[in-house]
């Protein structure tokens, strides 16, 4: 008999960090319900080693012109260890360990928006895909290493660990299709994260997702 082997994304699995159900969440979607909210989504696992790479997908849907965040990896000592923070219509500003680059996206009329955010510490690198096409990449933070104690939710800046919601930086809308890899995905894989196709497996996934509600937030089909 052989035992299927799962490849190791965010290391996480047994022992310390709090486990939560899993659930596959395939065409499946968050629906932030109310403006101005202080509702977000804790994530588990947290990763198991520090980070020196990592790539994030996600997609959304908003009308929301003020500022929000989307996915907040707070630690003690830096509450934007990790963010993506939508400032303004036409601009993502995507942060590590406190610093940020900015890029700016093409706005039509109100559609969904899938982004990738991939880092890598030795080069100092910060890549971001929107709607599966890169955008010119940045640097950031060359030399950084991620902190695994960590909160980490959607919907929310942090502005403390775990704490410190601004209702006026909150995301209203629908979220789905969330990922981290603790390594950058290829072109390729960037590709498909966009298409919605097979992707590397991970511990933290919308197929295998450990979550937890806070607030005004339901689990709904995405509309298609
Ligand atoms: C991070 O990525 C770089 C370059 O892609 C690689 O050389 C390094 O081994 C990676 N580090 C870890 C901890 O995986
Ligand atoms: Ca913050």
């Known amino acids: 008999m052989t035992m299927e082997k799962i490849p190791i994304c965010l290391l996480i699995l047994t022992g310390l960090s709090e486990t939560l159900p899993q659930e ?3 065409r499946k979607t968050f629906v932030f319900r109310e403006d101005l909210s202080t509702a977000y989504v804790i994530l588990r696992p947290l990763p198991e080693e520090p980070l020196q790479n990592f790539t994030i997908c996600l997609r959304s849907l908003s009308d929301q012109t003020r500022p929000y965040g989307l996915f907040s990896y707070a630690t003690a000592t830096e509450d934007n260890e990790i963010l993506i923070f939508k400032p303004k219509h036409g601009e993502y500003r995507v942060y590590v360990g406190g610093d940020y680059v900015a890029f700016k996206i093409p706005e039509g009329p109100t559609d969904w928006e899938h982004v990738c955010f991939s880092w890598e510490s030795a080069a100092g690198l910060a890549e ?14 060359k030399g950084h ?11 929310q800046d942090q ?9 006026y930086n909150s995301f209203t809308g629908e979220l789905t299709d969330v990922y981290m890899w603790d390594y950058i995905l290829s072109p390729t894989k960037m590709r498909s994260a966009y298409q919605d196709l097979q992707l590397p497996r991970c511990t933290l996934g919308w197929r295998n ?3 937890e509600i806070k607030g005004d937030v339901v689990v709904k089909a995405r509309l298609r």
């Open 24 to 26: 596959d969440l395939h």
């Open 128 to 141: 971001f895909w929107i709607n599966g096409k890169p955008q010119p990449r940045k640097g950031l933070k």
């Open 145 to 155: 290493t991620i902190s695994t104690k960590a909160f980490l939710l959607l919907g």
């Open 159 to 167: 502005d403390s660990y775990g704490g410190g919601y601004d209702p």
């Open 209 to 211: 997702l450990q979550y």
